[in-house]
């Protein structure tokens, strides 16, 4: 399995920035993807972002053009650089891995806060 640990959350103002940071250790080695997932106060879980080890991204509608993910694949480290934060933007924020047989990890770490004041 993989543990995940995910920081850089906060409280900002609609329009600012937040960068956040997620290392991931004990499967290096069965790194595939990595991403960014949110979760708000009575909604389900989604994907926010998506980067494969060759640098390709994906994003949610939601975020396009807001939101950049980057990762440093000798580091297992990825990072979301959000601008333009909405008060939408508010919830839990999670990183996960996909192994190698192209399915996300099970596990999940505890998540950073972002929250975005109108």
């Known amino acids: 399995q993989v543990q995940l640990v995910e920081s850089g959350g906060g409280l900002v103002q609609a329009g600012g920035s937040l960068r956040l940071s997620c290392a991931a250790s004990?499967?290096?080695?069965?790194?595939?993807?990595m991403g960014w997932f949110r979760q708000a106060p009575g909604k389900q879980r989604e994907l926010v972002a998506s980067?494969?080890?060759?640098?390709?991204?994906n994003y949610a509608d939601s975020v396009k053009g807001r939101f950049t993910i980057s990762r440093d694949n000798a580091k297992n480290t990825v990072y979301l650089q959000m601008n333009s934060l909405k008060p939408e933007d508010t919830a839990v924020y999670y990183c996960?891995?996909?192994?190698?047989?192209?399915?996300?990890?099970?596990?999940w770490g505890q998540g950073t806060q972002v929250t975005v004041s109108s």
């Open positions: 004990g499967s290096s080695v069965n790194i595939n993807d």
């Open positions: 980067i494969t080890r060759g640098g390709f991204t």
């Open positions: 996960n891995a996909k192994s190698l047989t192209g399915r996300w990890y099970s596990s």
